[in-house]
């Protein structure tokens, strides 16, 4: 849950252009408003406009923004009716988290491990007295406590599997600061955005101990048997550390239980590269000290199932050429142009550059790039000419259309003329053919 002084920014990115992150043709997979007309009548923002502008001088915030996220064993993001229960659980929180308010709701599958998510919007000014919404309607504990009630409504509550996670006081405190990060870095993107700049990004606190979580769920998700997963941690950067049973002198890797712990395996990270400043002395941690979802017998349960598969990595040049052409997306928006539309004229642009390119380099001069490679060697769209190719291509194709349409009118006109002096001509035959059998 964050905060906003720019409430229409916020609806207008989470509307989007019609694309998706993840580059699929919708953002949205359902759009809906509580105390509003739909938005493809009146656009959100504007309705919400009216109560910005009568709020307080000192009113500053416009608008609170809730997501709710859904595992994939509560909501699956390939089934619309699942989806459309995502929405029904937006539309109830707002109703019952800000009823004196405006809420606008979008649900979406987009983001990078696509799953569905609803964005909450809700205006900070009430529609009854144009007041602030209530302290507790925007309180972190209190939301979590609201979406629970009411996801138990709809999502059947399945037993967990495996015991909770063991998480520390600190490193719950770590988490939280990286989800305000996470928000802070949100509103620098949509910042960035309206105003054509790359953002400036706070980079997340790393967790040590989070990063070690997930890498022995990797590598027990691939691992056959115990020397597997052993093998396995090794190469992704962790230790399985062995012990010698003064039993049989052999070395396992499974810890003997005392009468202070049970049965454990003893992990360490030797991968130390995701550390940008000090590294700790100690990052060995007992597999019951993270929760019994890290214990043996748990872990032996994942043995014998296939990894999953890596998501294929997006080049640097597929990355650009989706930054270029969601840019060019939003340059659309100024002129009427149909979505369905939108895809064969970023490829008109993409030949008509080409064809610039060349007519330049006849003239001896060099067609400016709209992306270089920063210091870090990390290539970046150049906003200033991407924004200036744009401007002359798409004036270049709105004069076309003018003239298109000129010519098209010159020509009903010659017709209708034409048409016109062919109509006297034989309006005057007729004349003279009737006066010629007078005659007769």
Known sequence: MTRTAYGADAIRYARGNGRGHDGSESRNQYVAGVNMMPDDVVPFEEQMQYYWDHASAQHKIQANRFIISFGPDELNPDDPNDCMVALEIGIQFAKYNAPDCQSAVFVQTDGVGHKVHAHIITNDVKITDFKGLDHSARHHSEFSRTVDLICARFIESKPAELAPERVTPGVRGQRMANEKIRAMNEEAQQAAAVMGREPDLVPEKYIWIDDLRERIKRAAAGAADEAGFAQRLRLDGVELVPQKDKQTGRLTYRHRATRTQPEHYLFELVDTSRFLDKIPQNLKSKSHKLGTNYQPDSLAKMFGHPAPEAPKPVSERDRINAE????????????????????????????WRMRKRDSEAKAGRKLPPVAVRDEQGRLSIVREELSRECREFLSAVVDAHVREFAEAMRQREMELERNGFQAIADEAGRQKGDRGLGDD
């Not at 052409?325 to 369905?340: C, H, Q, V």
């Open 324 to 351: 270029i052409k969601d840019y060019f997306g939003n340059a659309l928006r100024f002129y009427t142009i149909e979505p369905e539309d939108e895809d064969e004229l970023f490829e008109d642009f993409k030949r």
